[in-house]
């Protein structure tokens, strides 16, 4: 470019008007990444504005006003999003470790007397009063204790450090202990410096959040809040209940479930032994592993509206597949319902709301699955004794 500026301006001149503009539209297009605004467009809209916003204040006001405006825009972002964080109440899932959000995980329950909270964010005085506010509003008339998982909380300032104190007052008030748990050690110290050192001192800043439960009476197995009602009237109702995909897709759980059944008809050789496929795709030996037996009992559901497909694949008769479905879920139910009677009745729903659900949206396929399995629970009660009580109680209505 330089020697062109140096020595070729003498030769540009005689270029049209015309080509001259092609030129500098072309430079302009190559600097327009629309590939980029593409992908904002699918991933996250709040980023797009602010690419329209720094796009559109180029062109108005020039490249140094577009590029401060892009920057204010970035800023103001940051702010909302530090101001506005990631923030759950937490639960306990029977026969599982830790603790859980209520909000992603269906099984997780409440511990009875309890309001466990995460936030995840640093505590200052934009954002103070939503985290007051919160454990304010989950407060009960049976609370004994709070307790918050502030393993992302790093600082906190003056602010926040005072509104803390108010909050701990009100509680003491109630006769309700008030712990953070799980942080780092440095907040400790933050804690002293902003006067909440007594906190410390008197042992309601703890390692874990089960330090801090025993310390308030609380002690593992813990007791739960077995309704959810509370927390159900908070959360979107769901078709599906699930572990491991809700706790990974959220509310896409449902839709990468179906995709992971899909993927398991892609996955049959047709030249392969018939029985040996279907046998590994019930039992899942190789595609599940790390899943829990309620994520298993769910893709068997998903499996279930994929009959004619499996069928026309493995050259086996629907019946037949529908048995050995039916057979696989029946021993997972068994499974579930000695180490959590709960769970078990919870998952006698999930199946009455999956079939509310497919007879909405497809009349036909509910009425051909459902005289599948009528014959194939008829042949496991003869061949399958000892499952028929659970038969029984699973799909009465």
């Not at 470790?97 to 511990?111: D, I």
């Not at 410390?200 to 310390?215: F, K, M, Q, W």
């Not at 694949?313 to 499974?335: C, D, G, N, T």
């Amino acid at each position: 470019m330089m020697l062109i500026m140096l020595f070729g301006t003498g030769f540009i001149k005689y270029l049209p008007v015309p080509i001259l503009t092609a030129i500098v539209v072309s430079a302009l297009l190559g600097a327009v990444e629309f590939h980029l605004m593409k992908r904002l467009f699918r991933q996250d809209k709040r980023e797009l504005f602010i690419f329209f916003g720094a796009f559109f204040g180029v062109l108005i006001f020039g490249t140094v006003y577009g590029v401060m405006t892009g920057v204010i825009l970035s800023f103001i972002s940051l702010i909302l999003n530090v101001a506005n964080p990631k923030r759950s109440f937490l639960g306990v899932i029977e026969g599982h470790e830790g603790f859980h959000s209520l909000e992603r995980n269906t099984y997780a329950y409440p511990v009875r007397g309890a309001v466990l909270y995460r936030f995840s964010g640093n505590l200052y005085f934009a954002n103070i009063n939503i985290f007051i506010s919160d454990i304010e509003s989950a407060l009960k008339d049976d609370t004994r204790v709070v307790v918050v998982d502030s393993g992302a909380v790093c600082n906190i300032d003056i602010t926040a450090a005072d509104r803390i104190a108010e909050l701990k007052k009100l509680l003491d008030d109630r006769g309700i202990k008030l712990y953070f748990a799980s942080h780092i050690g440095s907040l400790n110290d933050r804690f002293r410096q902003l006067g909440l050192g007594s906190m410390v001192e008197e042992g309601h800043c703890r390692r874990t959040i089960p330090a801090a439960l025993l310390d308030a009476g609380f002690t593992a197995p813990y007791d739960t809040e077995n309704d959810k009602e509370s927390v159900k009237e908070e959360l979107p109702v769901r078709s599906f209940e699930r572990l491991e995909f809700e706790w990974a897709f959220g509310s896409a759980a449902d839709e990468e479930m179906e995709k992971y059944a899909e993927k398991l008809l892609v996955s049959i050789n047709s030249s392969g032994n018939a029985e040996e496929q279907l046998t590994g795709i019930i039992n899942a030996d190789e595609n599940w592993k790390g899943m829990g037996e309620l994520d298993r009992e769910e893709l068997l559901v998903h499996l279930e509206s994929h009959l004619k497909e499996l069928s026309e694949k493995l050259h086996i008769s629907e019946e037949r597949i529908e048995e050995a479905i039916e057979l696989r879920k029946l021993r997972l139910a068994k499974s579930i319902g000695v180490r959590d009677p709960k769970a078990l009745k919870t998952l006698r729903e999930h199946d009455r709301r999956f079939e509310k659900s497919l007879k909405k949206h497809d009349s036909k396929l509910y009425e051909k699955l459902l005289a599948h399995r009528r014959e194939a629970l008829d042949n496991l009660r003869k061949s399958n004794p000892e499952f028929t009580d659970l038969i029984d109680d699973l799909y009465k209505h």
